[in-house]
């Protein structure tokens, strides 16, 4: 089983930027994609973003376009979150997940998951 550790969270204004970081301990047919989920105070989780590893296809949630980018070392087995522009709304404590899936869109395939780092933005 792969384990996922985060690191990066934490407190910014609005219009900052912050960086996570996901550390895979391996990769196996569990996570040939990997993905950012959140949750947000009172609400579910869900998807933000997500690449799989071979082809580095990307797929990010409408709420983050243009101002969030995904990336990954497959060198070092990590996943990275670049988070410009923050807004407010963008508060939640942010998961790492693995896919069995290639296809990040497959949001079902996640079934991995991270600790989670929690990310603050005021206003």
């Known amino acids: 089983q792969v384990q996922l550790v985060e690191s990066g969270g934490g407190l910014v204004q609005a219009g900052g930027s912050l960086r996570l970081s996901c550390a895979a301990s391996r990769r196996t047919s569990s996570s040939l994609s990997m993905g950012w989920f959140r949750r947000a105070p009172w609400k579910g989780r869900v998807f933000v973003a997500g690449?799989?590893?071979?082809?580095?296809?990307?797929h990010y949630a409408d709420s983050v376009k243009g101002r969030f980018t995904i990336s990954r070392d497959s060198a070092k087995n990590t996943v990275n979150l670049q988070m410009n522009s923050l807004k407010p709304e963008d508060t939640a404590v942010y998961y790492c997940a693995a896919s069995s899936s290639y296809s990040p869109r497959a949001q079902n395939f996640f079934n991995v998951w991270g600790q989670g780092t929690q990310v603050t933005v005021s206003s």
């Open positions: 690449m799989n590893w071979s082809g580095g296809f990307t």
